[in-house]
């Protein structure tokens, strides 16, 4: 059972290259939320820095992790593992923190069944087409073809888990999107009524498998 002081808990998930990292920067900026910042195997692009964007391990040093119990959730993406550092978030939500995690489907499934006890909402993040996705992809892992590639054809694959989030919302306009999330985010821990239109969603899922 949450206290009224506790911090939330708000996951975004998406397709690679959906806007999920830049959006999270943002909520955290302007919302005030603290990123779950994961450790990860994977190398860093050129801009990234080491215990902001992610903690840079090796996979000796995440496996040793994993023994050690570290983890609140963690899992294997493309070649790389991904986690999240339980004693961190636990640390911030009891201090009354916000926590925004930015983790694919499979560690959103471990951290429902974790079960906490801190309120959690889940956000699914859809990019407007194909082509675009393509598009944010390219400009932004320029130097690797073969990731580009890689990532677009785990794209058909990702989009199934939409189903298991509370919301879903289509990244076109960052601003709107943005303005979007914050609007469920703030239903969902004040208890408000709110609208949400599925049906939208579920249409442009079709659009985007075809
Ligand atoms: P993810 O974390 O989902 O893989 P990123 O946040 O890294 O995706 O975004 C992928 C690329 O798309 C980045 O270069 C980012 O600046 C850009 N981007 C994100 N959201 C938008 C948007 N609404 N419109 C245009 N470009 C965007
Ligand atoms: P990227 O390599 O583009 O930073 O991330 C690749 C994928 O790994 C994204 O879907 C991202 O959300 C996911 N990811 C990042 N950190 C974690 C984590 O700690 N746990 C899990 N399960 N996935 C993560």
Same mark, same amino acid.
């Given at each position: 059972m949450s206290l009224a002081k506790d911090g939330i808990m708000v996951v975004l998930s998406s397709p690679?290259?959906?806007g999920k990292t830049t959006l999270v920067k943002k909520i955290s900026l302007e919302k005030n939320f603290k990123i779950s910042v994961s450790h990860t195997t994977r190398k860093p692009r050129t801009n990234e820095i080491d215990g902001k964007d992610y903690f840079f391990v090796n996979e000796e040093q995440f496996k040793d992790l994993i023994n050690k119990k570290e983890f609140l959730e963690y899992a294997q993406v493309f070649e790389n593992y991904y986690g999240s550092s339980k004693i961190r978030v636990i640390e911030n939500l009891k201090k009354g923190k916000n926590v925004i995690f930015d983790i694919d489907w499979q560690g959103t499934e471990q951290i429902k069944k974790y079960n906490l006890g801190f309120k959690l909402i889940t956000f699914f993040i859809l990019p407007p087409s194909k082509d675009e996705l393509f598009n944010r992809l390219r400009n932004r892992d320029m130097k690797d073809k073969n990731i580009v590639h890689k990532r677009m054809k785990q794209f058909n694959e990702d989009? #199934?888990?939409?189903? #298991?989030?509370?919301f879903v919302v289509i990244n076109d306009n960052l601003e709107t999107c943005y303005n979007e999330i914050v609007k469920f985010i703030d239903v969902k821990t004040n208890n408000l009524e709110h609208t949400y239109n599925k049906k939208k969603i579920e249409d442009h899922i079709i659009k985007l498998r075809n």
């Open positions: 690679s290259g959906a989009i #199934n888990h939409w189903k #298991n989030y509370d």
